[in-house]
DNA sequence: CTGAAAGCGCTAACAT
DNA sequence: ATGTTAGCGCTTTCAG
């Protein structure tokens, strides 16, 4: 087993000094005859500078953390996670870093896997989502001082960089167009409320439809996001008989959906059914769901785009904000045609 | 913005060399009146070891990637990868590691992310899984020297580490389940036969259907996972009235139902069903999926620690092969009780 | 435009 | 048990 080749030999083998070739490794200042010597000898060599050595020497690593501290059971049932990670890999490939994965499971280990992430010399940066409300995780990145954005509301906006939807509005939405509709018992199935989304999704819900002049009374249910918890809370819900509900996420939603239908009710003539997320892909339930749809994998991409220039010393926080569409389909018994823009 | 502390400045507050302080915070022989006094400091000023330095030094990162070359859009569909990302990174945070994700998009970058993957003093080893025949990728990592496993069972199973599950036995299961329940005219969606699980999963279901005196004839299509295929090639398949099917993965499978229902016909009544995966929640589909359920997690827990003890230079190439378990559902027919074993 | 030299912070012999 | 000394491979002034 040779030893790894290093800058130093691969200078020698073009007759230049280690400096040199480091030159033409970055895209310094080289003569274009030197840089043809040195590239044809880092090409037959196959010689790949060490990252490690690179970090320590520049004090940056080119990778970039994405931490998700939650419930580690439940994590990919939701595709919302999958998406969010295809985004921040996509777009981290694309400025040439590598992506590292924090998932905390429920496992006592919680808190060593959180000083794992502000290790330095590790990741340049992080991007931290689904945390809780007075989640310590973002404490912690601050007192590390470590470059990090938030994916959601955090606690204290003043000072973070952020991405979020506007969950909101989004939810507003969902409220008028079932006011619309005509439906004048409207329910809500709400996402856990120490989540900055369950309490965005419910204030945004609640305000539609006051404007409308409609209250949900005592038909409010809060799940925790699973498809299990959301058939509970319908199930639960039917007893007020509800005419129409706005569920705070696509995979709760099927589970409501499944409610439904055990309930010998029809949806959407009996029930008509909004949530959010758009996620859930369409042809997966009957019928299919009208939704609040967020663009996640954008929103991964952004992100990204903000840690990096956080990382080369952002100035000011900022806060990315991006807007909801109503996707209309069947589950509300609205006439209007699929993919309606809100 | 003060330096960074580095053990020369843990040392001088302790009173103590740097070599004594590393000795504490990697467990060596230090006498207990020191360590304690050394720990102290490091409490106190919330030193943190530098990874780049470290890995420099050690020539080892503490870091093992996965990487799954498949097209990015359809990779989160399938909830196989989030639970085998689930699998991986639980692993990997229990033996103190990190998880790096390389996701290969269609893009043209592909060439370039498959080199930063063998990136010397970036990762100690990887594992690989979606690889199709013939893939490249592999070759790449023998030809880097890198340390890796396969998910799956690769093209030259003989020189390499890997995982897999016991496809073709599963499949037979399935067969042999179908014709045990009196159905003669069984129908197979196959999955991509450019991968090995495709094969597995196809060669075993035939087997299995021979013993029992059974076959496709042609009765047979071939998906790419996704579920619009199983849907498009179910459709495909009644016309030849078959009264049982083989989907070899779950997400197909969803698609396949919803045909059957779209032909007016009824599942299990008029055809029975069973997949492969055990991945989708049951209570996802009516009627409830008989399917063959493959230990996903464990699969990808499996894979960190061979990959470590391969970093550690196991000797021997390893070929660990999960066994799959029949869970009987409604989709089937069959009388059995829900999740009986195989 | 190029080379020499000084680290980056740590580990790992080797001494003591 | 602890200190000393050499690097690990690279980037980055600083000279020339």
């Known amino acids: 087993m040779e030893r790894r080749l290093n800058l130093e030999d691969v200078g020698r083998r073009a007759g230049v000094s280690r400096s040199t070739v480091s030159r033409v490794v970055n895209g310094g200042h080289v003569s274009s005859e030197t840089k043809r010597r040195v590239e044809a000898v880092i090409a037959e060599t196959g010689y790949r500078p060490h990252a490690a050595a690179r970090s320590l020497a520049s004090n940056s690593t080119g990778v970039i953390g994405l931490v998700i501290p939650s419930a580690a059971g439940t994590l990919f049932d939701d595709p919302y996670f999958g998406r969010l990670i295809l985004g921040t890999s996509s777009a981290t490939n694309e400025v040439g870093m590598t992506l590292a994965l924090f998932l905390f499971g429920d496992g006592p280990d919680e808190s060593s896997i959180i000083s794992r992430v502000v290790t330095p010399g590790l990741v340049d940066g992080v991007i931290v989502t689904a945390t809780t409300r007075g989640d310590p995780l973002i404490d912690h990145m601050q007192g590390a001082n470590m470059p990090f954005v938030v994916v959601g509301r955090p606690d204290s906006a003043g000072s973070t960089f952020c991405v979020d939807v506007d969950n909101r509005a989004g939810a507003r939405t969902a409220a008028r167009h079932l006011a619309a509709l005509g439906r004048s018992r409207p329910a809500l199935i709400a996402a856990p409320s120490n989540t900055s989304a369950g309490i965005d999704r419910r204030n945004g ?57 055990e309930a010998g009710l029809n949806c959407p003539r009996d029930i008509s059914v909004v949530s959010f997320d758009g996620i859930v892909p369409p042809d997966l339930t009957t019928p299919r769901l009208t939704s609040v749809v967020q663009p996640v994998t954008e929103v991964g991409e952004r992100a990204v785009r903000l840690l990096t220039s956080v990382i080369g010393g952002a100035a000011a926080p900022e806060h990315v904000v991006f807007q909801t569409r109503l996707a209309v389909r069947e589950s509300c018994g609205g006439a209007a045609p699929a993919e309606t823009g809100a």
Do not use: C, K, N, Y
């Open 205 to 261: 819900f609640l305000e539609g439809l006051a404007e409308a002049g409609l209250s949900v009374e005592d038909r409010i249910e809060e799940g925790d996001w699973s498809q299990e918890s959301g058939r509970t809370a319908m199930a639960r819900l039917l007893a007020g008989q509800p005419d129409a509900v706005f569920v705070s996420s696509d995979r709760m939603a099927v589970g409501a959906l499944r409610a439904v239908s």
